[in-house]
């Protein structure tokens, strides 16, 4: 419809333009082809009707030739434009695709990929270089006792918290603590509550909380080298003596 619209105002000012220099030619023409005829009528006086028409003429001109002319141009114009315009329609001229807007370079799936395990082995890189982590998983834990293994825990578990916070803030899916009864409206997502137990029938459930689920409220992606190779977790350690 865009390019009809364009085609219809284009074309309807350049045959206004072109029925504006005809309906001049032709008055011009009317004027001095009389002018002439009268002349020689007045000259050789061969034709005294004639010469009164020709002086008619000439009083009338801009009254009522040039208004009769004007007139006649502007609708023969607009009978040509309505004429051009249904067989442009008609002829099922393609639409013209407007050009994309720019909305910056595209993203290669492949880079984006990339980036994205670069940013998860980050996380587990920066939980073993504060926390341990890795080293705690793995450990034989058959070779301690219970209660070495909840010393290194305690250690682990802070230092692992702190770390999680600078990236990654967590907050419970749902306010009812564990245990308490809760009711599971019709509409709600499935990504942020599971159902278990017997689930039948149409909601809204009634059921027991048994876990309060946890959804991030707050992400900080750290800005990564790429000089730096990601599958190095933690770098070997030797001391020198």
């Known amino acids: 419809m865009d390019s009809a619209k364009t085609f219809s105002k284009r074309a309807f000012l350049w045959i206004f333009l072109v ?4 309906v001049f030619a032709v008055d011009v023409a009317i004027y001095f082809g009389a002018s002439v005829a009268a002349m020689k009528a007045v000259h050789t006086a061969a034709d005294p009707e004639a010469a009164k028409a020709f002086s008619f ?3 009338n001109f801009s009254r009522v030739v040039v208004p009769v002319s004007v007139g006649a141009g502007l609708v023969f114009a607009l009978l040509l434009w309505m004429i051009i315009r249904g067989l ?3 002829a099922g001229v393609p639409e013209v695709e407007a050009a994309p807007k720019d909305e910056g370079p595209a993203i290669d799936p492949e880079v984006e990929k990339r980036n994205t395990r670069r940013t998860f082995l980050h996380l587990v890189s920066a939980l073993q270089k504060e926390g341990r982590l890795i080293d705690f998983f793995n450990e034989d834990l058959s070779l301690y006792s219970d209660d070495q293994i909840g010393a290194a825990v305690r ?3 802070e230092n692992c918290v702190k770390t999680l916070d600078k990236y990654v803030s967590c907050g419970p899916v749902v306010d009812t603590p564990e245990g308490e009864s809760i009711t599971v409206e019709a509409g709600f997502n499935p990504e942020e509550i599971r159902l278990t ?3 039948a029938g149409e909601p809204p459930f009634t059921g027991t909380v048994r876990h ?3 959804k991030a409220t707050k992400t900080e992606v750290p800005t990564l080298s790429e000089e730096s190779n990601p599958d190095v977790l933690a770098p ?6």
Not at 19 to 22: F, P, S, T, Y
Not at 236 to 241: F, H, I, Q, T, Y
């Open 236 to 241: 070997a350690e030797v001391e020198l003596g």
């Open 88 to 90: 442009y329609v008609n």
């Open 212 to 214: 309060k689920g946890w």
């Open 19 to 22: 029925m504006a220099l005809v």
């Open 155 to 157: 250690g682990i578990h």
């Open 57 to 59: 003429v000439f009083e």
């Open 197 to 199: 137990g017997n689930v």
